[in-house]
């Protein structure tokens, strides 16, 4: 069974993807809108274009006639996806719900309106004064978070109305694609957020690994662990709404579902129809299989038996400080002299301020405390500095 993939975005979620695609021989043409991109050097092939370009995309499906098409990120011109479901690729998880999900308009309408699902109020904007009436209508705090964008870029929160303008320029500035459009949320006051990586299969019941408990800073998140401390009623929820809003988008894959947990209950918040980056934990070992074999295979409609929560799992991000053309590494050697303890850099050409660029990854018995081990992963992040 070798099948041909395209991988529409090839960043380090991309990379670990193709890493377990090669290892059960499928073929991966890697395509990102600059060379060199992380997932390249691992793939068969790859391909530069800009992915909003309806065209240049048509132009490389038909050159590569796929399988499988896998994207990795939001800024794509989804809506030709049905189109390719029609010649009889699959998109994945579906055309729908890749479409749903680049703009977070139609996912968050699906979840709360159509399926009833509890969600912060929110409100649309498209101008600097439809914003300002969106929030006086939600309140402050609120959160604001362009309508398309990934990994936290252009999100901030309102606590005064002389942060409007600021907020507006700044998320349209972290806005991907042609959308200039924002989503105002009311601030829910929440005790914790979790992901729950929840992996729908073709022939098989809907599967959930145990919650990842995650840090965000400036959108971005900082650590992730595994598992999450979560009441039993809350995970019943958090499962309940997944299954709901991955079975209405349709397909097989996983998903990342974020939840914030508060007083009153489990508020949906998120989703992405991909490996999620807090899901990054589970290359600590954490489970049977990583996110990024579950995909695969959920993809592949190869059977899944279970996933089991085998350690006790934390990740922290290694962030440059700088911009650079050509990012070295100092102290990965005292990363590697330590137990329990792995690390990924991701190998992007290029580095900037709070950019990504690698990830430690720390595990210890079931009996441990998560806490312990997310202290670590973060002493040892602190160790590995990104040079100019």
Known sequence: MNKKILLLGSGELGKEFVIAAQRIGQTVIAVDSYENAPAMPVAHGFEVINMLDGD??????AKHKPDFIVPEIEAIRTER???????????????????FTMNRKAIRDLAAKELGLKTA???YATTAGELQKAVAEVGMPCVVKPLMSS?????????????IETAWNYAVEGSRGDVVEVIVEAFVKFNSEITLLTVTQNNGPTLFCAPIGHRQERGDYQESWQPARISDKDLYEAQDM???VTEALGGAGLFGVEFFLADDGVYFSELSPRPHD???VTLAGTQNFNEFELHLRAILSLPIFEIRLEKVGASAVILASENSNNPTFTGIEN???????????????TSRPYRRMGVV???????????QVVEKAKSAAKLITVNS
């Open 56 to 61: 240049a995309l048509d132009a490389i499906v």
């Open 81 to 99: 996806f049905y189109d390719y479901e029609k010649q009889g690729i699959t998109v994945v998880p579906s055309a729908k719900a890749a479409n």
């Open 121 to 123: 109020n929110y409100r």
């Open 151 to 163: 990994s936290g870029k252009g999100q901030s929160t309102i606590k005064s109305e002389a942060d």
């Open 242 to 244: 997944a299954e709901k």
């Open 278 to 280: 807090t899901g990054m």
């Open 335 to 349: 990363v590697a002299g330590l137990p329990k303890t792995d690390f990924r850099i991701f190998g992007k050409p």
């Open 361 to 371: 990854l720390t595990n210890d018995t079931l009996e441990t405390d998560a806490a």
